[in-house]
C-alpha cells in the first residue's frame, strides 16, 4: 500500500474511536461520540489536537481513549482533555494519562482555561504499573490541577461515570457539571460496596448527578442533557479571563428584564415573611446574564454570576424563601467556594444580605456549623476583589459578619430604608433583656410591655441611626439599587490590594 | 403514588395551610414553620391530594420529619 493511503486510513480509523456497538449503546443512553462533542463545545471544532497516533500500534485502542488539545470558545482559548468511552469504556492506560498531563502542562504554559470533558471508567489496571504509581502517573493529574487551581479556570463537564480516582478530576475543578442520569461520581462502585461493606445501594443513590448536586455538593451543576451542559459551560466561560493575571471580559450591557412589581412592591415590610430573593437578583442584573451555581444545593443561600451593565460580578445572596435564609453548614460551605473561585478570577463581589442569623441546635452543631462558617469568613475576609454588601431587609448576629459586614473591609455597605441591623431580631432580643421581669407582669400587661420594648428596641438599631454612626455608608432607594451598584463596580475597578504577607492561612475546613 | 412533604429545618409548626383532601401544586405551601424567628413555609414538591396531615400547630419538628403525605 502507498504511504499516503497507509496514513490516511490509520487517521480513518483512529477518529472513529471504539468499535460500533460501544457508538450503539452510548446513542442509546443519550451520550454524544466525544468528537461531537467537541464540535458542538468549540466555535469550530478543535483547532489542535494532540498525540492522536498515541497507541497507534493497538488497533484496539485510538488516540488511547483520549481527546486532548486546543481549541476557542467564544473566541478564547481553551485547552481541552476528553475521554472516549467508546475506547476500552474511556479507561486510563499510560498514554491516556501522560496526553492529560502534556495537556495540563500546556494550559500552564499558555495560562489558559482547561477543560476536562470526562467519561472514564477509571485506571486501565492492564496499565497499572506504567499509569499508577509513578511520577507521570495518575497522581500527577492531581498534582497538576492543585497547582492550577486559581491560576487558570478549570471546569468539568461529567458526560458518563467518573470512578475511584478518576473521581478526584471533578473534585479539584472550579466546577462540576453533570448530566442527569448518566454522570456518576464515586470511589467505589456499588459492585465494590457490597462486596467490601456489604452495602446494597444503586449506582443513582450513592453517586448520581442528582445526589451529588443536591446533597453532597460535589457536583455544581445539575443539566438535563449533554447539550445543556456544553452550553452552561459556554455561557460560564464568558464571565472569565483567561487566567488569574487578567480581569473578567466586560460584555455588551443589557437592561433588566421588565417586572409589573418594582423593588420596593416586592420587599415585604415585615422582616420575618419570607420573599424569593431570585426576584431581587432578575432586578439587579442585565437580562438573561443569571449564570447560577449549585443552584439545587443549599437552597438557603443562593451564588451565581451575573451582569451589571455589562461588568461581571459575583452574587452571594440569602433566601427567605428556603429555611428563612438562616445560614448552615452546607450553605456557608457553597459560599466559601463561590467567594474563592471570584476572588482568584478578579470577579467583583455583591452580598445580597437578609439574614436572621446562623442556624442553632444540635443537628448543625454535630455538622461542624462553626467550622464550615469559620471557612466562608476566611474566604470573604480574604477576597481581595472589590466586595460590596448590600443589606436588603436585615443581618443579624454573625449573619452580618458572614455577609461582608462593615468589619470585613467591603468597599462599602449600603442598606435600603427598611433593613435593620443587629445581634439580634427585635424579638429575640426583647426575649433575651425581659424574660425575667414579663414573666413577673400580670399576663394582661404583658403584650403591651413587649409592644414598648419591641418599639424601643427598633429605634435604637434604626438604620438612619446607624448611618450617622457611619457603620453603614449609605442608605439607598430599592428602585435606585441598580444603578447605585453599578456606579460603584466601576468606581472600584482599579481597586489593588493584597490581603496580606504569609505563606497562607491555616484554613478552618 | 405516595410523596411525603418533610421539614426543611428544626422548628415549631406555626400555621397549617392545607387540609386532608385538599388539592396542591409544586411549590404550593403545605405549612408554615416558625424558627429562628423567621416563617419557614414548606412547600409540596409534587401535584396531587393531601392524603394526611402528620403534624398539629404548634408541634416541634425536627429537620426531616414528615409533615403530610401527598398522593
Known sequence: ?509 | MLKEVVATMAGNVWKVVVNEGDQVETGTDVVILESMKMEIPVAAETNGTVKELKVNEGDFVNEGDVIAVIE
Open chain 1, 1 to 509: 500500500m502507498e504511504k499516503n493511503q497507509v496514513h490516511e486510513e490509520l487517521r480513518q480509523r483512529i477518529e472513529k474511536g471504539g468499535a460500533e456497538k460501544y457508538h450503539q449503546k452510548n446513542s442509546e443512553k443519550g451520550k454524544m461520540f466525544v468528537r461531537d462533542r467537541l464540535k458542538m463545545l468549540f466555535d469550530e471544532d478543535l483547532d489542535i489536537e494532540d498525540a492522536f497516533f498515541a497507541n497507534c500500534m493497538d488497533e484496539s485502542l485510538p488516540a488511547d481513549g483520549v481527546v486532548t488539545g486546543i481549541g476557542k470558545v467564544n473566541g478564547q482559548t481553551v485547552c481541552v482533555m476528553a475521554n472516549d468511552s467508546t475506547v476500552k469504556a474511556g479507561s486510563w492506560g499510560k498514554r491516556t494519562v501522560e496526553k492529560i498531563i502534556r495537556i495540563q502542562e500546556t494550559a500552564m504554559k499558555l495560562e489558559v482555561p482547561m477543560l476536562y470533558l470526562v467519561d472514564s471508567a477509571g485506571a486501565r489496571i492492564t496499565d497499572q504499573i506504567e499509569m499508577f504509581p509513578n511520577r507521570r502517573g495518575a497522581g500527577r493529574i492531581f498534582y497538576n490541577q492543585v497547582k492550577m487551581s486559581g491560576r487558570v479556570p478549570q471546569i468539568c463537564l461529567l458526560f458518563g461515570p467518573s470512578a475511584a480516582g478518576g473521581a478526584y478530576i471533578p473534585a479539584f475543578c472550579d466546577i462540576v457539571v453533570m448530566v442527569d442520569g448518566n454522570a456518576s461520581m464515586y470511589l467505589g462502585s456499588p459492585r465494590m460496596a457490597e462486596k467490601v461493606i456489604g452495602e446494597k445501594v444503586t449506582l443513582e443513590e450513592m453517586g448520581g448527578a442528582r445526589m451529588h448536586c443536591s446533597v453532597s455538593g460535589v457536583g455544581d451543576v445539575l443539566a438535563s442533557s449533554e447539550q445543556e451542559a456544553i452550553e452552561y459551560a459556554q455561557k460560564y466561560l464568558t464571565f472569565f479571563p483567561e487566567n488569574f493575571r487578567s480581569k473578567p471580559p466586560v460584555q455588551e450591557a443589557f437592561d433588566p428584564e421588565t417586572f409589573e412589581k418594582s423593588i420596593s412592591e416586592l420587599i415585604p415590610e415585615n422582616q420575618n415573611a419570607p420573599f424569593d430573593m431570585y426576584e431581587l437578583i432578575k432586578r439587579l442584573i442585565d437580562k438573561d446574564s443569571f449564570c447560577e451555581i449549585k443552584r439545587e444545593f443549599a437552597k438557603e443561600l443562593i451564588t451565581g454570576l451575573g451582569r451589571i451593565n455589562g461588568q461581571a460580578v459575583g452574587i452571594i445572596a440569602n433566601q427567605p424563601r428556603m429555611k428563612g435564609g438562616v445560614l448552615f453548614h452546607d450553605s456557608a460551605d457553597k459560599a466559601a467556594k463561590f467567594i474563592q473561585l471570584c476572588d482568584a478570577f478578579n470577579i467583583p463581589l455583591v452580598f445580597l444580605a437578609d439574614i436572621p442569623g446562623f442556624m442553632i441546635g444540635t443537628k448543625v452543631e454535630r455538622a461542624g456549623i462553626i467550622r464550615h462558617g469559620a471557612k466562608m469568613i476566611s474566604a470573604m475576609s480574604e477576597a481581595s476583589v472589590p466586595k460590596i454588601s448590600v443589606i436588603v431587609r436585615k443581618a443579624y448576629g454573625a449573619g452580618l459578619y458572614a455577609m461582608a459586614g462593615p468589619a470585613f473591609e467591603p468597599d462599602v455597605t449600603i442598606a435600603l430604608p427598611t433593613a435593620q441591623i443587629a445581634v439580634m431580631g427585635p424579638e429575640a432580643a426583647v426575649n433575651a433583656v425581659y424574660a425575667n421581669k414579663i414573666a413577673e407582669l400580670p399576663e394582661e400587661e404583658r403584650p403591651a410591655f413587649i409592644k414598648e420594648k419591641h418599639e424601643e428596641y427598633k429605634e435604637n438599631i434604626d438604620i438612619y441611626r446607624l448611618a450617622s454612626e457611619m457603620i453603614i455608608d449609605d442608605i439607598v432607594q430599592p428602585d435606585d439599587l441598580r444603578e447605585h451598584l453599578n456606579k460603584r463596580l466601576q468606581a472600584y475597578q482599579s481597586k489593588n490590594l493584597t490581603f496580606t504577607e504569609r505563606k497562607h492561612g491555616v484554613y478552618p475546613v
